[in-house]
């Protein structure tokens, strides 16, 4: 892990809306694939990736930028030993929060209101911020 790098996880509704070229939020995926920002995931998360882009455009299109994920080395794969099941609202959304967690992210970024409880859980603390600061924070000249 390099000390100057963020390490982040995102919510698969961020990954998606981060992959058109002509998205405003392009800037997010470009950093991952210029290897700007660290990218934690789970076997979980790289699958649920795959799944919802391939609903939204087909299995070659998803399967090519789950393998190309896979293959960046700022995407990190983590093997979560630990559920803390902090989110109960959405049980699913709780994988992204044992990979920040067991990942040692800086940030997750998702703009799912069932992350809010998080904001009133003292420990583990989790840093939440939507996809606009997100961006925001990516574009602030370094």
Same mark, same amino acid.
């Given at each position: 892990?390099?000390?100057? !790098? ?17 998205? +405003? ?6 950093? !991952? ?10 076997? @979980?998360?790289?699958? %649920?990736? =795959?799944? !919802? ?13 789950? %393998? ?21 609202? @959405? +049980? ?8 920040? &967690?067991?990942?040692?992210?800086? &940030?997750? =970024? ?6 809010? !409880?998080? +904001? ?12 606009? +600061?997100?961006? %925001? ?6």
């Amino acid at each position: 892990m390099r000390s100057d !790098i963020i390490r982040v996880v995102l919510d698969t509704n961020v990954l998606l809306v981060s992959i058109p070229s002509h998205s +405003k939020y392009r800037p997010i995926f470009n950093a !991952i694939l210029n290897g700007k920002i660290e990218l934690i995931i789970s076997n @979980d998360i790289i699958n %649920e990736y =795959v799944e !919802i882009i391939e609903r939204k455009t087909n299995g070659y299109v998803a399967n090519n930028i789950g %393998e190309t994920l896979l293959n960046l080395d700022n995407v990190i794969p983590i093997d979560v030993r630990f559920n803390w099941n902090l989110i109960e609202s @959405d +049980k699913e959304d709780n994988k992204f929060v044992d990979v920040y &967690i067991a990942g040692n992210a800086s &940030i997750l =970024v998702t703009n799912d209101r069932h992350f809010e !409880i998080l +904001k009133q859980i003292n420990f583990p603390e989790v840093i939440i911020m939507d996809i606009e +600061k997100f961006l %925001e924070f990516l574009l602030i000249p370094k």
